[in-house]
C-alpha cells in the first residue's frame, strides 16, 4: 500500500484530486468508482474547481458509485444520487446517463443487486475507485463480519454506522436500516484503489488498517489483498499509525 500523508484535508483533497484527474486525462473514458460521506467533499471540491481551469473534460468519463440507502428515491435530498448531483456532478460536464448508483427503491432488491453487479461488469470495473472509511473499519456498507467474498448486496446497517451518519438527517429515526452497497469483492476488481482517511475520528481505524491482520472483522483490511492501493491520510488521521 502506497501512503501519503497530508498536513490536513485540504491537501489531502488536493493529492485525491490531482489522481483523479490525471486518470482522466490519460484516459479520457475513465471509468471512475466514486464515494459519498464528509471524507470526499473535498475533493469534489477540487475536481470543480480544476474542471473551471480546464484541467479535466468530464464529457466521456462514466462513474460507479459504491452504496445507496435502501428506501430513498434518487431526488431524496438524503439520497446518495442527491449527494453526488449536488457536490460534483450537476458541476462538471458529466452526462446523467453517465453516472451509476444503485437503486434504492427497486421493488425487487435482490434483483437489483444482479442488475448492479452487471454494470460493474459491463461499464466498469472503475479504473480508479475512491474509498472512505468508517471508524469500524467498513468500506462501501460493507460492515464487520462482512464476507470477503461479496458482490452488490443488501445490507443491514450497524447502528454505528446510523449514529455516524444521523448528523446528514433530521434525527437517527430517520437514517434509513438498510444499504445497498457493493461487496468487497467487487471493490476489489478496481484496477486502482484511492482510499482516504481525515481527523482524528479515524486514527484508530487507521492504526488498525496499517498494523492489523487481514481479517472479516475489520473490512478495509481486505484491502491489503490488492497490489494498487494507495491511502492518503492527513496527519490527524495517521497519529496513532506514524
Ligand atoms: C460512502 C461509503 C462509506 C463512507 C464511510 C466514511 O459511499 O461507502 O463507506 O466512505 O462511512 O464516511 P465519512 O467520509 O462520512 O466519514
Do not use: W
Amino acid at each position: 500500500m502506497n501512503i501519503i500523508v497530508t498536513e490536513n484535508k485540504k491537501e489531502l483533497s488536493q493529492k485525491a484530486c490531482s489522481i483523479f484527474e490525471s486518470q482522466v486525462r490519460d484516459n479520457p473514458k475513465s471509468v471512475l468508482g466514486l464515494a459519498t460521506g464528509s471524507t470526499p467533499t473535498g475533493t469534489y471540491e477540487e475536481l470543480i474547481e480544476g474542471y473551471s481551469h480546464g484541467n479535466a473534460d468530464y464529457e466521456n468519463v462514466k462513474t460507479i458509485n459504491l452504496d445507496e440507502y435502501v428506501g430513498l428515491g434518487g431526488d431524496h435530498p438524503q439520497s446518495y444520487r442527491t449527494f453526488m448531483e449536488e457536490n460534483l456532478f450537476r458541476h462538471v460536464n458529466i452526462q446523467q446517463e453517465n453516472t451509476f448508483i444503485p437503486d434504492g427503491t427497486a421493488s425487487e432488491l435482490q434483483k437489483e443487486c444482479l442488475r448492479y453487479e452487471e454494470v460493474i461488469e459491463n461499464i466498469g470495473p472503475p479504473d480508479i475507485q475512491l474509498l472512505g472509511i468508517g471508524e469500524n473499519g467498513h468500506i462501501g456498507f460493507n460492515e464487520p463480519g462482512s464476507s470477503f467474498d461479496t458482490e452488490t448486496h443488501v445490507v443491514e446497517l450497524a447502528a454505528s454506522t446510523r449514529e455516524a451518519n444521523a448528523r446528514f438527517f433530521d434525527s437517527i429515526e430517520d437514517v434509513p436500516k438498510q444499504a445497498v452497497t457493493m461487496g468487497i469483492r467487487s471493490i476489489l476488481k478496481s484496477k486502482r484503489i484511492v482510499l482516504l482517511a481525515s481527523g482524528e475520528r479515524k486514527a484508530r481505524a487507521i492504526e488498525q488498517l496499517l498494523t492489523g491482520e487481514i481479517t472479516e472483522d475489520f473490512p478495509a483490511s481486505a484491502l491489503k489483498r490488492h497490489d494498487d492501493v494507495t491511502l492518503i491520510v492527513d496527519k490527524e488521521a495517521y497519529q496513532y499509525a506514524a
